[in-house]
């Protein structure tokens, strides 16, 4: 089944830092924009940041600008969330998709096939 893997998710006090993975399986990323979402209990699932095929472009929603950054490694077939500076309101599910709409201030959309994976949590206490 091809799908994204995310990981890298957990229990973490304000103000700390997380990386989370979403590896590729069963497809390459090569010719795919890719986008992070999330999803918090009760909401429906947001974008947040997504990057170009190349990794040249990157883009964020304003309530993760200057706290998260997005990036990719094709040789490795993998997404990076590098998230910073949590916030109790950044406690959610964060998943990956294969999205298209990503630039120019847009943060993807996901594509008819996004690959959807099971995501990681991220919990920060209030």
């Known amino acids: 089944q091809s799908q994204f893997v995310e990981s890298g998710g957990g229990l973490v006090q304000p103000g700390g830092s997380l990386r989370l993975s979403c590896v590729a399986s069963?497809?390459?990323?090569?010719?795919?924009?890719v986008g992070w979402f999330r999803q918090a209990p009760g909401n429906g699932r947001e974008a947040i940041s997504c990057i170009s095929t190349t990794g040249g472009s990157t883009n964020y929603v304003d309530s993760v600008k200057g706290r998260f950054i997005i990036s990719r490694d094709n040789a490795k077939n993998t997404v990076y969330l590098q998230v910073n500076s949590l916030k109790p309101e950044d406690t959610a599910t964060y998943y990956c998709?294969?999205?298209?709409?990503?630039?120019?201030?847009?943060?993807?959309?996901?594509?008819?096939?996004?690959?959807w994976g099971q995501g990681t949590q991220v919990s920060v206490p209030s």
């Open positions: 069963g497809f390459t990323l090569t010719n795919l924009a």
């Open positions: 998709a294969a999205v298209w709409n990503c630039g120019l201030g847009n943060v993807g959309t996901p594509l008819l096939i996004p690959y």
